[in-house]
C-alpha cells in the first residue's frame, strides 16, 4: 500500500519521540510514505496544532493519514478518534485539534464545546478503543507510540475506521476565532498564528473582504495599512496581502512583522472598508 | 531491499551535514526508508547522543540498521565499528556512543572502559576498516559522509559485517548512571536527559523502586514530591511518573520542570521508599 | 520512477510551508524520495542558500532533482528556472540562489549580474513558464507550493526541462567571494559560512593554498594560527584545517570558534604562505 501518513506534534525536533512514532508505522506498514507537517508546536497548544495541521492538510494526495498529537490530557479520560471524510483520514487525541479541519462538516457547537458531525456522503468518525490494533504495554503517558501510531498503520493497510471502536457523532472542538463586523463597516479580527518569517496571519479570509480592496486600511499594532499588495516584494515596509492560506496577513518587506510590531497570536486587528 | 537506516547525529539542522550523508546511502541503496531519530545531540555529546539513541532504537522493525555518528575523535585513532545484536545492526563509532545499547550484552568494563561483549547467538561485532566500501577520497574530519554511511549502506545490501573488517570482542563504554543504594531505603539517582518539554528523565527504572509507590517520597531541586501519578494531566503542578521509556521522570502539567527547578542533566535526585 | 529531489528553502522548521510542497510533489509523483538539505537558510538569504545547496548536492545520485526556495521576491517579475548540468536538475528562482552551482559552467558576468552559461553537452536551462505543470490558483506569495514544488515532481516523471519554458543562455548570479593575492604571499579571504558547531568556513580552496602548509599562519579575529591539521581531534585550542567541502576551515576543539572568535560571515581571514 503506497500511503501517506503526516505527523503533527509538539514533540519537538530534539527527543526521539518522533522517530518511535515512525519506527512503529514502519513495522506495521514498511511501505508507506512518511511526511513531518510540523512538531514545533508550541508544547500543549491545542490551538496551534489545529491550526498549523489546516493549512497544510488538503494539500496532500487524497486518502493521505494526517495523524496528530497535541495530547496534554494523554492518559486522562479525553478520547481518540478517528475522523474520514471524504479526502482523508486524520487520527488524534479528541481534544479540539481538528476543529479548524472540521469546520466544513460540523453545524453547531453545544455548550461542552462538542459540535455534531453533519451527515456528509463518506464521513465517519469512530472512538479508538480496540486494544487489537495497539502497541502494548500502552504507556500512559505517550499514547502517540502505542496507540496514535499504530492505529494509523492499521489504518494505511485498508483496515476501515468502524473497525477501531465505536462510530461517534460529535467532536470536541473549540470556537474559531472568525471575524465580527463592527458599525460602520468595521471588521475585528485576531490574530491566528505568526509563522516563522514573522508574518501575521489574521483570522479573516479573501472572501469575507469587500471585492474592491484598494480603500481598505488595516488598523495593527497602532500601525495604519492601506490597501492589499499582492506579494512580499512590491511594496516596501509593513504591507498587507491574501496570503497563500487564503487568509489576511500583515508582513514586512526583508524583515519580521510580529518583532517591529510586538504582536502575537490573540492580538487584534482593525479592517475599515 | 526495504530496509531502515535510522540516523542520530550532533550535526544539527542548519548544515547540509545530515543531507550529504542521505544522499551517498541513497546512491549506493535506493530503496532504503531513512529515518532521523535526533540531529540536535548536544556537539560532541556522547552522553547524549546514547541515550536518545537507546530511547528510540527498540521501536524500529528487525533488522534496522542504526547509524550514529557523533565523533569528536574523527579522524584520530579511535575505531569505527559496526555491531549486530540479534535484532539490529548498529554502525558507529568505538566511542562510547553505543554505551547505553550495550548494556543487556557485556559483562564487565575495563579500567581502559572496554567492556567485553557476551556471547549471544546472533550477534557480533566488528571493526570497519576495509576501503573498497568507503567513500574516496576520505575527509579526515567527515566520516560521517565517507565511511559510516556508505558502510550503513552496503550493510543495508546484504554485505556482512565482517566484510568491512575484523571481529572484535570488546566496546568502548563509558559507566552508565546507575542508581545506588543509600541506608534506611534511601536511593539517590542522577538526572539523564532532559527532554524538550523540560521534564527530567532519572537513571531509574520502575523495575528498581518497590512495587508499593503510593509511600514513596522524591526529593529534587528542594522540593518533594510525594507518591507517583500515571499520567501529565492526572496531577497539578509537579509530578513524578513512569515515563514512557519506563524511567522515573519529573514533570510539570502544562509546564517545564527544568526551567522552574533549575536542575540539568547529572543532577541528583533522592527517592525514599 | 524512483527519483530523489531535494529540498533547500528558508521555510523554517515551525510552519506547515515544507510540508504542502512535499505534499504537492507526492500528488504528482507518488513514488519519489523526499531528501531535506536544509530549510533553516537565514530567511531571504540567497548567498547563504546558495552556498548549503552547493555543499551538498553533489553527494546525491546522479539525476537528482535539488529544488531551491529562497525567493524574497516571489511574485514579482523575476523569472523562476530549470537548470540541466550533466548530472543535476536544479529548480529555482532565477535570482541568484544557483552562483555556486554555476561556477563550473559559466564565462563570464556581465553588468547586472547575469552570467552566460558555457556551451557543455548535456547541459541547458529553461525558464518556467507553462502553467499545465502549475497547481491553480498560483498563489503570488508562494510559488514554492503552485510552481516549483509541482515543476519538480513533473521533472522528476520524466518530462523534458524545455516543456516547462524557453531555453535560456544567461543566468542571474553574484561574486562568488573570491580570495585575492596580496603582496608579499599574503592571501586575504572571506568566512562563507559559519556552521551549527560554529566551524568557520573561508572562501579558500585546499588547490589554493602552497602544498606545503606547514609554513602557513592565518589571521583571524586578532588570533594567529600556525600551520593546518587534518581533524578536530588533534589539536588543543584553535586550529585550522580543511574542511570537508575543500575549503578552508577555522575550528575550536570540543568548542565554538565563531563564538569565541565573535566573527561571522563576510569577516576577514589573513593567509601568510
Not at 10 to 34: C, E, H, Q, R
Not at 124 to 131: N, V
Request: charged content about 20%.
Amino acid at each position: 500500500m503506497n500511503a501517506v501518513i503526516t505527523l503533527t506534534t509538539d514533540f519537538g525536533l530534539a527527543d526521539s519521540y518522533v522517530a518511535t512514532m515512525k519506527g512503529v508505522i514502519l513495522g506495521i506498514n514498511p511501505d508507506v510514505t512518511l511526511v513531518d507537517i510540523s512538531h514545533t508546536v508550541s508544547p500543549q497548544d491545542i490551538h496551534d496544532a489545529a491550526f498549523i495541521l489546516s493549512t497544510a492538510c488538503d494539500y496532500f494526495p487524497p486518502r493521505t493519514i494526517h495523524l496528530v498529537v497535541t495530547d496534554p490530557g494523554v492518559g486522562t479520560n479525553r478520547r481518540a478518534v478517528i475522523l474520514r471524510t471524504p479526502v482523508y483520514d486524520f487520527v488524534a487525541p479528541d481534544n479540539g485539534v481538528l476543529s479548524f479541519v472540521l469546520e466544513p462538516f460540523i453545524d453547531r457547537m453545544d455548550k461542552n464545546g462538542r459540535a455534531g458531525l453533519r451527515s456528509v456522503t463518506g464521513m465517519k468518525a469512530c472512538t479508538i478503543e480496540e486494544p487489537r490494533y495497539w502497541r502494548t504495554p500502552v504507556s500512559p503517558t505517550f499514547h502517540g507510540r502505542d496507540i496514535f501510531a499504530p492505529v494509523a498503520a492499521h489504518l494505511s493497510l485498508g483496515v476501515p475506521p468502524d473497525a477501531f471502536g465505536k462510530p461517534v457523532d460529535s467532536l470536541q472542538t473549540f470556537t474559531l476565532p472568525h471575524p465580527s463586523s463592527l458599525p460602520d463597516g468595521v471588521i475585528s479580527a485576531e490574530i491566528l498564528h505568526v509563522d516563522g518569517f514573522g508574518n501575521l496571519v489574521v483570522g479573516i479570509k479573501a472572501s469575507d473582504l469587500p471585492e474592491d480592496t484598494t480603500k481598505l486600511t488595516i488598523e495593527v499594532g497602532g500601525v495604519i495599512i492601506r490597501g492589499l499588495t499582492s506579494t512580499y516584494g512590491t511594496s516596501e515596509g509593513l504591507l498587507a496581502l491574501i496570503g497563500s492560506s487564503d487568509y489576511l496577513e500583515i508582513a514586512l518587506k526583508n524583515g519580521n512583522a510580529a518583532a517591529v510590531l510586538g504582536l502575537q497570536v490573540g492580538d487584534n486587528v482593525i479592517i475599515r472598508c
